[in-house]
């Protein structure tokens, strides 16, 4: 078993199957993009283990606390890994990730961002270690994110 599969059975962690678009979404790009050895990574939300969106929905501040966005962060951070996967066909190729941006869908006056994708860092960290685990990140608030998620993250990844 490759090495960052086994780590993800030793966490007990689980990759969702592709996301179940709401009826009538269309979207018209790639999840992954891969560019020479970089692997860009379109804006991915949380996932529930049926591919589903993760409950619950909406504003950290009034229908989540910091710490189911911190949750909805990891999942989302399970979300983009799975895509990973099926772009990449092995997630051990990836030697560096680069750089992240997350979202925060909260509630005005609500600053706590970082706290709340660092549920997205820590499983990276934990998933990749300290070396190719170790990105750039930015954690912004905005007032709505689609479909009424409470994160959503990008990114990009260097492989092999």
């Given at each position: 078993m490759p090495a960052i599969a086994q780590r993800i059975a030793e966490l007990g962690l689980v990759l969702p199957?592709?996301?179940?678009?709401?009826?009538?979404?269309?979207?018209?790009?790639?999840?992954?993009?891969i560019v020479g050895h970089r692997a860009i990574i379109s804006g991915h939300g949380p996932q529930a283990p049926d591919g589903s969106l993760a409950q619950p929905l909406g504003k950290v501040g009034r229908e989540l606390t910091v710490e189911q966005g911190y949750a909805a962060a990891r999942l989302t951070g399970l979300s983009?890994?799975?895509?990973?996967?099926?772009?990449?066909?092995?997630?051990?190729?990836i030697?560096?990730?680069?750089?992240?941006?997350?979202?925060?869908?909260?509630?005005?006056?609500?600053?706590?961002?970082?706290?709340?994708?660092?549920?997205?860092?820590?499983?990276?960290?934990?998933?990749?270690?300290?070396?190719?685990?170790?990105?750039?990140?930015?954690?912004v608030g905005l007032y709505e994110l689609p479909f009424n998620i409470p994160?959503?993250?990008?990114?990009?990844?260097?492989?092999?």
């Open positions: 199957p592709p996301m179940q678009l709401p009826p009538g979404v269309r979207l018209p790009f790639e999840a992954v993009h983009i890994l799975a895509s990973l996967q099926r772009a990449l066909g092995d997630l051990d190729r030697t560096q990730w680069v750089r992240v941006f997350g979202m925060v869908n909260g509630v005005a006056g609500f600053q706590g961002q970082p706290a709340v994708i660092n549920g997205f860092s820590d499983l990276v960290l934990e998933v990749f270690g300290p070396t190719a685990g170790a990105h750039a990140r930015s954690a994160v959503e993250i990008e990114g990009e990844v260097a492989f092999a």
